[in-house]
């Protein structure tokens, strides 16, 4: 079996949708016969024709509108924001339509669809393509929120996605789009949404984090283990709805908690988790519950970004505060 890249894993899995549901779509600007900014798409255009890849005017609020159309049909569109920075103009049409459809009509109508999007930063781009907006969208009832962190995750949870009857909002972190490769079976076999991966065991710390930051975090457990600090590692993958009840089993166990993410520190996915950890978790934590991410401030530009996404070092730094609590 081949290894393949995330954003092969991505190709992969959109192949095997379309192959097999006649339902499914594809759909954004450049993503026929191009095959994607970032080749997410390379090959299907030539493979299904145009009917099922479409290449859209540069018009995001368009693509949505016809994305959450199509989902009322009877369709199962998977539209491609090409940047994260560009989804603003479409939140419109996910907010107001796609979110509430199904309540709207009291089960009537619900919207099959999945928005994806390269997500987040550090790959030395300009303004607006290294943004990471999950909060906002994890905020808004009736969307699922999910960001894979792996190839092999990427093809599982993104066939979920598009099986899944209501909308989802899949974010891709374009930094690890080829940073590794891993053998990823072309079986069709789904992952299961709303669940946490836990990724290493370890009876000391918590590290709770997903998308790009899986690779850090892991770095930090490697070499917290060196100093005979034990850390586990939890890839959350779906940040809406949250699988707490995974978090808060590692959390009865190592009593301490560092949630690591990229997004911006006020009302980030972080905040929620600690909030769930102070209702439901007071009595297991014997230390207050760090949190390393971006900082409050738009991304910067590449001399910089890599100074505002959290490293390697100021997670092992936070996760030794809180062993050392007292």
Known sequence: MAEITLIEAVTQA????????????????????????????????????????????????????????MAFQGMKPVAEAQFDGFIYPMMDHIVCHAARMRTRTRGRLHCPMVLRAPWGGGIRAPEHHSEAPEALFAHIPGLRVVIPSSPARAYGLLLAAIRDPDPVIFFEPKRIYRQYKEEVPDDGEALPLDVCFVLRDGADVTLVTWGAHVKETLEAADALAQEGIGAEVIDVATVKPLDFDTIHESVKKTGRCVIVHEAARTGGIGAEIAAQLAEKAMFDLVAPVERVTGYDTPMPLFRLEMKYLPSRDRIVAAAKRTVTFR
């Open 14 to 69: 959109l192949a095997y949708e379309i192959a097999h549901d006649p339902s499914v779509v594809v759909l954004g600007e450049d993503v026929g016969v191009n095959g994607g900014v970032f080749r997410a798409t390379a090959g299907l255009h030539a493979r299904f024709g145009s009917e099922r890849v479409i290449d859209t005017p540069l018009d995001e609020t368009s693509i949505a509108g016809l994305a959450v159309g």
